[in-house]
């Protein structure tokens, strides 16, 4: 098994554990039970761990969505089974574009279960003949996916360009445990890349931080014993680590918080709501987990130049 098919295989771990959570009525997503085989029950700090990951991220996003209304486009890179994209468009939010990127292996294994499944295909366009499949990528009027390596940027320009990506109106990107498989330099030149090519951008990087210490270590370990290798750790280190790797390549502005503070953020009836689903016998261990995670934001151009202030 080469590295590239242990980072892949991740894809099926958070999609497992975000069905679990869905399962146990953390959030709803009526949407990930087509993309998963069978039911493993996580353990509560892992189910509350993700309910944070989750809300979290979409509290960065309605910030950004509520600034741009629906001129923008949400492009999420590797975005594996992630059903964003439809959980979205069941609320009524629309947005010009939003595109999925990841390697073709696991984008076409995607297009097929979207094939195979009315709700989804229903969701994305009732209309005979607009979602188009080909290959490993997916074409439909606001939704795209396209399988190729973001260490290809040749390549990632070609195919955002095919589908009709606009480098003019704010964009909002999204990775979700995905800088940290990419070597240090590949994820350099590709957030280079997007801060050279878009002029009104947001950045929401979900990932793990403080993996010097002794916890992350174990973590690091873990990882490696599963046949994955993390080799973008370097910026996973410190808040500062993760915000300076934007800064660095172009980027106004960047912030970041560990999800100890992102979780005590979130509105309180939630967390009261969440914090009665199930026994939670090992708090220190939830708190280590949310400590070796964090959201990180950057920006540049004017929509979200005063992201500080909201
Ligand atoms: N973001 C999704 C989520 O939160 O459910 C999936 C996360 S999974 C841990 C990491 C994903 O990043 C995998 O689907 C993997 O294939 C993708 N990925 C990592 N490196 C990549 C690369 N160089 N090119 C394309 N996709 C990549």
Redesign the pocket.
């Known amino acids: 098994m080469s590295f ?1 098919d242990g ?2 295989a ?2 099926c ?3 497992k554990c ?1 069905y679990s959570a869905v399962k146990m009525g953390y959030w709803q997503d009526d949407f990930i039970q087509y993309f998963v085989t069978g039911y493993e029950r996580k353990t509560p700090e892992i189910n509350r761990g993700y309910y944070a ?1 989750i809300k979290g991220v979409a509290m960065f996003m309605d910030k950004f969505l509520k600034k741009t209304g629906s001129n923008c486009q949400i492009i ?7 059903t964003l994209y439809w959980r979205l468009k069941n609320s009524g939010i629309r947005v010009n574009k939003y595109i999925e ?3 073709a ?2 984008t076409s294994k995607k297009c097929f279960l979207i094939k195979k499944s009315k709700i989804l295909l229903q969701t994305i366009s009732p209309h005979e003949g607009e979602v188009k499949i080909i290959g490993s990528d997916l074409h439909a009027p606001d939704y795209h996916i396209i399988g ?4 290809n940027l040749t390549e990632l320009d070609k195919k955002l360009t095919q589908c009709g990506i606009n480098f003019d109106i704010p964009t909002m990107f ?6 940290v ?2 070597e240090p330099e ?1 994820s350099s030149m590709l957030l280079h890349w997007i801060a050279k090519k878009f002029n009104d951008i947001f950045f929401i990087n ?1 990932e793990q931080v403080n993996m010097n210490d002794n916890f992350g270590r174990i973590m690091l370990d873990n990882l490696r014993n599963r046949g994955c290798q993390l080799a973008g750790v370097d910026a996973c280190l410190s808040p500062q680590t993760q915000m300076d790797r934007f800064v660095r390549v172009g980027w106004d502005s960047a912030r970041s918080w560990n999800m100890i503070n992102v979780y005590e953020y979130l509105p309180e009836e939630d967390r009261y709501r969440i914090e009665r689903l199930e026994m939670l016998d090992e708090l220190e261990l939830l708190q280590q987990l949310l400590q070796h995670y964090c959201i990180t934001i950057a920006w540049k151009g004017i929509t979200m130049a005063d992201v500080d202030h909201l």
């Open positions: 590239d980072v892949q991740t894809n771990d958070a999609t975000k990951r999420n890179l590797g975005a594996g089974f992630d990127i990841d390697f292996s696991v190729i390596d973001l260490r999204l990775t979700e445990c995905v800088l498989y990419m590949s979900y």
